[in-house]
């Protein structure tokens, strides 16, 4: 995609700065690109995390992802 695909979400001086790692986006920036992308906010932040892109790496942070999920929704932490 170009980033004149993003220009009804962001500007392509935003965009340009994102993929220069000069911008970080907020939460609700990466859900409004995710849409944009057609892909779930979830699949972009892996991609960003992932380090490479392969489909081990990709397993093995899902694998993490998943694990570490369930394990906050089994035992809930109380805040104080």
């Known amino acids: 995609m ?3 695909d993003f220009s009804a979400k962001s500007s392509r001086t ?3 700065m994102l ?3 000069v911008r970080s986006p ?3 920036k990466i859900d409004e690109l995710s849409e944009t992308l057609g892909i779930h906010p ?3 932040l892996a991609l960003a ?3 490479s892109a392969t489909p081990e790496a990709l397993g093995k942070l899902f694998a993490k ?3 570490e999920a369930l394990s ?4 809930p932490r109380q805040v104080e």
């Open 2 to 4: 170009t980033q004149e």
């Open 14 to 16: 935003y965009v340009s």
């Open 19 to 21: 993929e220069r790692g």
């Open 26 to 28: 907020t939460l609700s």
């Open 42 to 44: 979830l699949t972009l």
């Open 49 to 51: 995390y992932c380090g």
């Open 65 to 67: 992802v998943e694990h």
């Open 72 to 75: 906050l929704l089994e035992s």
